[in-house]
């Protein structure tokens, strides 16, 4: 009796390991290959739910049929203006025949690395295949701004424009999209996006790239350099200018001035020369000794004729004699002229 219990034991328990050797379950985002010894047997399981398979010699391989994610690594490459740049990429994929992924893969790991392989290739090549300018700008159609600092001249050389583009990178990203989905199709995988993460100048084209905009503000600067000394030159000539015409006025409001002063002076002695005689001698003998004082110093010699009005005051003082050599005068004749000698010890 004890042994017939066991050997029931026995198979109740072998049934429970057999049963659950031959049921799996497939989730919402799973799909699965059945393989017997190692090859694929039956089509993929790509509905979710409780599914049976051959306990013992069959295995379930487990696909993801999500959305994956694929992110390169930033690496250099040149452009067709023999510039390089570091180029960041990122895709997204996901599995459309989990038997052919199976048989060409086998996991997500070594699709990674096949996408690296084709992706990095034909980023390189379409890279390679337009200048810098059609991957940094983002579509031909999109216009970019202008210094509000340049002038129309400026403007005309394309100081500060960008240099006019045929595709843009949208266009190269479709590009890259378009061969490397071809390629990537033979291995069960649909390539669903790809796009620029992140470009970036090499080290080797910063200082060139620094460089010019150092020129183009520099440019700027010389312009604004230029005006301002130009303004400076102006401000400068206008100073000279009203400071000349300041002092020209005021000359010629002095001289003005002076004219009125001396007017005045002459009417004035004129109406005193005919208002009082008598002071206007004293006036005329006092303006003569001033005169003499100016005039007459230490052993001065004037030759003055007899009617001259500076002689008259000097009428009494010591007349020189004849002095042996001179020519003998006629006595028919007065002389006009008469020279005074005036001694050491006179004073006017």
């Known amino acids: 009796m004890k042994t017939i219990s066991f050997v029931v034991a026995g198979i109740a328990v072998a049934g429970v390991i057999t049963a659950s050797a031959a049921i799996y379950t497939v989730g919402e985002v799973e799909q699965a290959i059945i393989t017997q010894f190692g090859k694929p047997v039956g089509t993929p399981i790509t509905t979710a739910g409780l ?21 390169g690594n930033p690496s250099d490459m040149p452009t067709k203006d023999k510039l390089y740049i570091s180029v960041d990429l990122f895709a997204r994929w996901k599995i459309t025949d989990p038997l052919q992924y199976f048989l060409r893969l086998r996991d997500e790991r070594s699709a990674q690395s096949r996408l690296d392989d084709i992706l990095g290739s034909e980023t390189r090549n ?6 810098l300018i059609e991957i940094i700008r983002t579509t031909k159609g999109r216009t970019p701004l202008r210094d509000t600092l340049l002038t129309k001249e400026e403007l005309a050389q394309d100081i500060g424009a960008l240099v006019a583009i045929q595709k843009g990178r ?6 890259i999209f378009a061969a490397a989905a071809e390629k990537v199709r033979v291995f069960g995988i649909e390539l669903l996006d790809i796009r620029f993460k992140r470009i970036n100048y090499n080290e080797s084209v910063r200082p060139k790239i620094y460089e010019r905009m150092i020129s183009e503000r520099r440019q700027i600067a010389e312009r604004f350099l230029s005006e301002g000394n130009g303004e400076a030159a102006r401000i400068r000539g206008n100073r000279v200018r009203d400071l000349n015409k300041i002092q020209s006025e005021a000359y010629r409001a002095v001289e003005e001035i002076r004219g009125v002063a001396d007017a005045s002076a002459a009417d004035i002695y004129a109406k005193a020369y005919n208002a009082d005689r008598q002071a206007v001698d004293f006036y005329e003998f006092t303006r ?61």
């Open 126 to 131: 379409a890279v390679a295949k337009h200048e």
């Open 51 to 71: 599914k049976l398979k051959l306990p013992f010699i069959q295995d379930v391989n487990r696909i993801d049929r999500r959305v994956l994610e694929w992110d």
């Open 288 to 348: 003569m000794m001033q005169a003499y004082k100016d005039m007459i110093s230490k052993g001065t010699t004037l030759v003055l004729s007899t009617d001259s009005d500076l002689f008259k005051f000097l009428r009494g003082m010591q007349i020189d004699k004849p002095q042996e050599g001179d020519a003998p005068q006629d006595p028919g004749i007065t002389s006009p002229l008469t020279r005074l000698t005036i001694p050491e010890n006179a004073k006017p």
């Open 170 to 175: 949208a266009l190269v990203e479709q590009e």
